[in-house]
C-alpha cells in the first residue's frame, strides 16, 4: 500500500511541475552543434500552449499554424491591395530583368505572378509545401499565359533550392508559419547567391491594434534575432506598407574580402 501511495504522490508531483512551468516538457527532436560541440534544441515544445500555435517554440516564439490550401481564396481577395498594398512590396524590390527570385511559401501565386512580368529574361521560382496551391498556380500560369513562374515542391525542412542561384527570396505573411524555420532559412541562405537578399513582410506585432491574430504576427527584434542566427545580415526596414514589417537581409559576400 505505501508503496502504490509512493507512486500517487509522485505522479501529482510531476504533473504539478508540467503545469507550473510548461517549459519543463520534452525538446524537439532536431538540434545542433554549440561552438563549444555540445548539441543544443534548436526547439522546444510546450504542453501548454495558444491555441493559433503548434506548441512549438523557436527563439522564445510560438510558430503559429499553417493557413492551408482551403484558404487559397482568402490569398486572391479583391480587397487584398487596399488592405496590404502589395503593389509597393514589388516595386520596392529593385529587381533587375535576369533575376531569380524565390517566392517562400508562394501560396497561390499572387506574389509571383505580379513579380514574373519584371523577369523579363529571370524567373520565379514559387516554392511551397502544398502541392494543392502547386495547382493551383500551375491553373493560373495557362490562364495567364505566363511562362516563367516554376512551381516547385518543398518540404518542411527544405525550400529545394538550387545552391546559388538565388538573387532574391521573397516571404509574405509566411515566415511565422514554417514549422522549422532555421532549416529552411539555412536552405535559402545555401540556395542564395553571394549578396543576395532575403525580403520578410510580417504583421507588425509590435502594434496591438493591428487586428491579425498574435501569433501571425512578428515584431521587427524577434525577426532580426532569427535572421542573424542563420546568417543573414539586416540592411533597412521599410515603412511603407500601412499594417506590415518590410525588412531586407543579405547573404554577406566574403570573396570581396578575399579580393582585397
Not at 88 to 109: E, F, Q, R, S
Not at 160 to 170: C, D, H, I, R
Amino acid at each position: 500500500m505505501s508503496n502504490f501511495l509512493h507512486f500517487i504522490v509522485t505522479l501529482v508531483v510531476i504533473l504539478s511541475c508540467s503545469l507550473l512551468n510548461p517549459t519543463l516538457t520534452a525538446q524537439a527532436a532536431t538540434g545542433a552543434m554549440s561552438t563549444t560541440g555540445y548539441a543544443y534544441a534548436v526547439y522546444e515544445q510546450r504542453i501548454i500552449h495558444s491555441p493559433d500555435g503548434i506548441g512549438k517554440y523557436y527563439m522564445g516564439r510560438e510558430i503559429a499554424k499553417v493557413m492551408g490550401y482551403t484558404g487559397a481564396s482568402w490569398l486572391e481577395r479583391p480587397s487584398r491591395e487596399g488592405e496590404e498594398q502589395p503593389s509597393k512590396v514589388v516595386n520596392v524590390l529593385n529587381l533587375k530583368p535576369n533575376d531569380v527570385v524565390a517566392d517562400i511559401g508562394a501560396g497561390t501565386g499572387y506574389l509571383s505572378f505580379r513579380i514574373a512580368p519584371l523577369l523579363t529574361a529571370g524567373k520565379v521560382l514559387a516554392v511551397d509545401v502544398q502541392p494543392e496551391m502547386l495547382e493551383i498556380i500551375d491553373l493560373f500560369k495557362k490562364e495567364k499565359n505566363i511562362t516563367n513562374v516554376e512551381p516547385v515542391l518543398a518540404t518542411l525542412t527544405d525550400p529545394n533550392l538550387p545552391p546559388e542561384s538565388v538573387n532574391l527570396a521573397l516571404m509574405v505573411d509566411a515566415y511565422h508559419e514554417l514549422e522549422y524555420p532555421q532549416e529552411v532559412m539555412q536552405g535559402i541562405v545555401k540556395g542564395l547567391k553571394p549578396g543576395g537578399r532575403v525580403v520578410l513582410v510580417e504583421y507588425r506585432r509590435e502594434n496591438p491594434f493591428i487586428m491579425i491574430k498574435k501569433l501571425h504576427k512578428m515584431t521587427q527584434k524577434q525577426v532580426r534575432k532569427e535572421m542573424q542566427a542563420v546568417g543573414l545580415v539586416w540592411r533597412e526596414t521599410k515603412n511603407l506598407l500601412p499594417e506590415q514589417h518590410l525588412m531586407v537581409f543579405e547573404k554577406p559576400d566574403y570573396s570581396d574580402l578575399v579580393t582585397k
